[in-house]
């Protein structure tokens, strides 16, 4: 977890409202992944990202490898965006390649 | 769309015990994984393997051993169960390195 910082590590919001978590990372890092981890246990793909950003309905990511950080903006949540946000970071040479993992960001949308 | 499954999804073993954890994956992905995930750890690579055959140690392999006998199939094998080894399991996959990796839906183990 000190290699890829999370933060915050949990966050309330009402539904409809917009938020952003954040990564930061201490290691060299090419790609960044972003994970939902939904209340039944399963690792959702969010976002594989190259430095820059993308956007995925209500969803957008940014990777910014020269300030080694990244960032998801949730827009109007909803219920169904509760879980936990795992950012990864993607390092290594060759084929020793490998992702770290963040502690989670624990989302919560209140009706 | 990616697809990995793994099995059991669930089991209870008892220290001292061999338990072997299954993972085939259909996306023909030359590279597999194994993470475990505790409370308040996130997740951590035990193995990995990026050709059929071969495994490679990742950031927390002691008390495991992995197998690679096909490009779908990656099992984790614990010879010795420990009560430290109770946890969550997730396989993945990913269509070498710099590539999104996919996950399984996780096995839940209870060493008692």
């Known amino acids: 977890g000190d290699q890829v910082k999370q933060s915050p590590s949990a966050l309330s919001l009402q539904e409809g409202t917009n938020s952003a978590l954040r990564c930061n990372f201490s290691?060299?890092?090419?790609?960044v992944q972003w994970f939902l981890q939904n209340p039944r246990g399963s690792l959702m793909n969010l976002f594989y990202?190259?430095?820059g950003t993308k956007e995925n309905g209500r969803l957008k990511s940014t990777f910014n490898s020269k300030e080694s950080y990244s960032t998801l903006h949730i827009r109007d949540a909803q219920l169904e965006d509760s879980g936990t946000y795992f950012c990864?970071?993607?390092?290594?040479?060759?084929?020793?390649?490998?992702?770290?993992f963040g502690l989670g960001t624990t989302l919560q949308v209140q009706p | 769309e990616a697809a990995v499954t793994q099995s059991p999804r669930s089991k209870v073993a008892v220290t001292g015990g061999k338990v072997t954890l299954s993972c085939h994956q259909t996306?023909?992905?030359?590279?597999m994984y194994w993470y475990r995930q505790d409370t308040g750890h996130g997740l951590r690579l035990i193995h990995y393997?990026?050709?059929?055959?071969?495994?490679e140690k990742g950031d927390i392999p002691d008390g495991y051993k992995a197998s690679r006998p096909s490009q779908e199939n990656f099992s984790l094998i614990l010879e010795l169960a420990s009560l430290s080894q109770t946890a969550v399991y997730f396989c993945?996959?990913?269509?070498?390195?710099?590539?999104?990796?996919?996950f399984g839906p996780g096995t839940r183990l209870t060493v008692l």
């Open positions: 993945a996959s990913s269509d070498g390195g710099y590539a999104e990796q996919f």
């Open positions: 290691i060299a890092t090419t790609t």
């Open positions: 990202l190259v430095p």
């Open positions: 990864a970071a993607e390092a290594g040479p060759g084929n020793t390649r490998k992702l770290i």
């Open positions: 996306n023909n992905h030359d590279y």
């Open positions: 393997s990026y050709v059929a055959d071969s495994t």
